[in-house]
């Protein structure tokens, strides 16, 4: 077991298979963004070897994230060597759904268990706008492939941004009310890249719940309210799906976090929001043995801090959002 000085259990770890992307949306990342070189990045045998290692400490729930984790080389196979590390007992992927058409079923039979699915717009066009590259018939394509395959339940994820997608919160809501799937809004954190943009276009999760009950009618919390992972979940009247409202910014669930995240490059991040960060790769690559790997996870784990700083205009600017992995 991995513990924090605050008695929290840290269980759940976001691999983050590569920086790269096959989109460049506006809150994520420059048009022009360069990528790292692949020898600077974690390789196969390395994240194999680190998956191991943290799940003989105690972490159960992983993962996969990016960039966009799909483009990744080999992503099946890793998938399945990752499924069948002793005492993972969770294995879903946070991805933008270009790829899935053809890659949702071999994953599933590699061992996946669940996908998370970026989609910011319902509107074509204002896909385009955000994404600046992508295609929304590609990406509904890859979500019916996922339920189809069973990589379920589906949850799709909207960063809200002002100025650009906040019409859309309405019509992507409604999706609830006739699919069994969680609709899930994101208020933008300000870190990294684009940064300003962040910062005065957000749209805090209390402006969203009007708007949709509004149009749609009354919010009732599932689950008394308890959190599903980082999300508060709602229900419609009468409706079959579930609306998440993931508050980083305006409610911070910092108490209830157990999730550390492994970056592309092979650094422990113990905050999303937050630039502290322990080499795990470089000692890897030195020769470190296991037992010394071991404790520096223990280490950096033990000094996790407790949450982010964006009460008090302390923002992370080291890593872009696709450097991390969300």
């Given amino acids: 077991m991995a513990l924090d000085r605050f008695g929290r259990n840290i269980h759940y770890l976001r691999i983050s298979l590569t920086d790269h992307c096959n989109l460049r949306c506006v809150y994520c990342m420059p048009e022009d963004m ?13 994240v194999i070897l680190l998956t191991r290692l943290f799940a003989s400490l105690g972490f159960d729930k992983i993962r996969l994230t990016g960039g966009e984790p799909t483009v990744r080389a080999n992503i099946v196979d890793l998938v399945r060597e990752i499924a069948s590390t002793p005492g993972v007992r969770s294995l879903s992927m946070t991805t933008n759904g270009i790829l899935l058409e053809k890659l949702a079923r071999p994953l599933k039979e590699a ?3 669940r996908v998370n699915i970026s989609l910011d717009t319902l509107n ?7 994404t600046r590259w992508g295609s929304f ?17 589906i949850k799709l994820n909207a960063v809200i941004v ?7 919160v309405v019509p992507m809501a409604r999706l609830s009310c006739t699919l069994p799937w969680q609709i899930r809004f994101i208020e933008m954190m300000p870190f990294g890249g ?9 749209v805090t999760t209390q402006e969203m719940i009007r708007r949709i009950e509004a149009e749609l009618g009354p919010l009732h919390p599932v689950n008394n309210g308890k959190l599903d992972g980082e999300a508060r979940v709602f229900r419609l009247p009468d409706a079959v799906g579930e609306i998440g409202f993931i508050a980083s910014v305006s409610m911070p669930f910092c108490a209830a976090c157990t999730r550390a995240r492994l970056t592309a490059d092979g650094k422990l991040r113990l905050c999303l929001l937050r630039e502290k960060e322990v080499d795990l790769l470089t000692p890897l690559r030195q020769g ?12 950096g784990i033990w000094h996790k801090p407790w949450g982010h700083g964006l009460a008090e205009g302390d923002f ?11």
């Fill in 316 to 326: 992370a600017t080291n890593r872009t959002m696709s450097e991390i992995g969300g």
């Fill in 288 to 299: 470190a043995t296991l037992e010394d790997l071991r404790q520096i996870i223990i280490n």
């Fill in 34 to 46: 360069t990528f790292r070189p692949n020898a600077e990045l974690m390789q196969d045998d390395e």
């Fill in 194 to 202: 684009a940064t300003e943009l962040q910062r005065q276009q957000v």
């Fill in 111 to 113: 061992g996946l268990q």
């Fill in 124 to 130: 074509p066009i204002r896909f385009k706008a955000i």
């Fill in 137 to 153: 018939d590609k990406v509904w394509a890859g979500i019916m492939a996922a339920e189809q395959a069973g990589l379920q339940p």
């Fill in 162 to 168: 002002r100025g650009f997608n906040e019409e859309d």
